[in-house]
């Protein structure tokens, strides 16, 4: 349901909260020229208010009635893959493995977080803004779990300080769950995160002496990419969908 909004609000705040896309997203779609209030184009930081202007998309005006439906999907992301609409560099998108159906009109799907270039694994994409930015909110300390394949054997003296948390730049990381799922070298781990500080698995890695050579997310929360196979996607299922939706 559309939510009501008596008085002047930032534009990309409005877009999200109307699941447009991603505050973040939406912010690209102003700055890009795609938006519209009262026939001029928008600009970052704008107010407005859909009482009484005019807001549009591509040229079509947003209200509820043309408002997509909300979509759900989880992409197994290939290694090489940016976690982004778009990219200035021209490097392939996540958004490019979608199926045709996906990527047309105004599904507008965005990545919610990110996965290192590097890393392949679990990644949701939703047209639902108030949910990315729920799931991505800091307070949310929603569980990730990886397979990752680092170099040599950590010992078990390491393997403990990295359940306990180590210092990042001057911050400890949140304890982790730390399971050695083969020791010998290259070492198979399987890491189950609560906080998501960039690149942090592999930051940590090298901080102990065995840099990561293989990073691979297997879920999302409850969410697990089970049998789903590199570079393809499905759509969440309804039970799926509600646990996300229970968290707003």
């Not at 009501?4 to 690209?28: F, I, M, N, P, T």
């Not at 507008?108 to 694994?121: E, F, I, N, Q, Y």
């Amino acid at each position: 349901m559309l939510k009501s909004v008596s008085s002047d609000e930032k534009l990309q705040k409005l877009l999200s909260q109307w699941g447009v896309a991603s505050r973040r997203q939406s912010e690209q779609l102003i700055s890009s020229g795609h938006i519209t209030v009262n026939g001029v184009k928008a600009h970052i930081g704008q107010r407005a208010n859909p009482a009484v202007d005019d807001i549009r998309i591509d040229g079509r005006p947003l209200n509820p009635d043309n408002r997509p439906d909300k979509r759900y999907v989880l992409l197994n992301k290939p290694r090489g893959v940016v976690s982004t609409c778009d990219d200035p560099q021209g490097r392939k998108t996540v958004i490019g493995l979608l199926p045709e159906e996906l990527r047309q009109g105004d599904i507008r799907l965005h990545p919610v977080g990110r996965l290192d270039t590097d890393s392949t694994g679990a990644l949701l994409l939703t047209n639902h803004g108030q949910l990315t930015q729920t799931l991505t909110h800091p307070s949310h300390h929603i569980a990730k779990t990886y397979r990752v394949k680092v170099q040599g054997s950590p010992a078990n003296g390491l393997v403990e300080k990295w359940r306990r948390g180590v210092s990042l730049a001057g911050k400890m990381t949140a304890p982790a769950q730390v399971t050695v799922l083969h020791p010998k070298s290259p070492a198979l781990l399987e890491i189950v995160l609560h906080e998501g500080r960039n690149r942090q698995i592999r930051r940590v890695a090298e901080q102990l002496g065995h840099p990561v050579v293989g990073l691979h997310r297997t879920a999302i929360g409850s969410i697990s990419l089970g049998d789903l196979p590199l570079g393809h996607c499905r759509e969440l299922t309804p039970q799926e969908i509600k646990k996300l939706l229970d968290l707003l």
